[in-house]
Nanobody
């Protein structure tokens, strides 16, 4: 059974930093690209960042580029999202997702497995 478990969320203030973690089990982790998505109340789920199987390719949404950094450690079946200079607009439930395709996708429907999500709240 494939499982993705996010951790590291919480309540922070405008300008603070957080690091989200996603630990995978039940799959050959190095064979999957991983993406982080988020969904704010009343809004659609949106792509935040993605990383290729080997970690060499990374892609970010315009709204987080320069502030967020995605990384992975295949030996630990883990992906991380370092979020700096957080803003109230970053408030959302954050999800990690795994994609078995060989290319990096930014659309949610391309991803095969999803975590349960974790809340990130940025207060002004």
């Amino acid at each position: 059974q494939v499982q993705l478990a996010e951790s590291g969320g919480g309540l922070v203030q405008d300008g603070d930093s957080l690091r989200l973690s996603c630990v995978a089990s039940g799959l050959t982790f190095s064979s999957f690209a991983v993406g982080w998505f988020r969904q704010a109340p009343g809004k659609e789920r949106e792509f935040v960042a993605g990383i290729s199987r080997d970690g060499r390719e990374k892609y970010y949404s315009d709204s987080v580029r320069g502030r967020f950094a995605i990384s992975r450690e295949n030996a630990e079946n883990s992906v991380y999202l370092l979020m700096n200079s957080l803003k109230p607009d970053d408030t959302a439930v954050y999800y990690c997702a795994a994609d078995s395709a060989s290319v990096l996708h930014i659309t949610a429907r391309a991803y095969d497995y999803w975590g349960q999500g974790i809340q990130v709240t940025v207060s002004s």
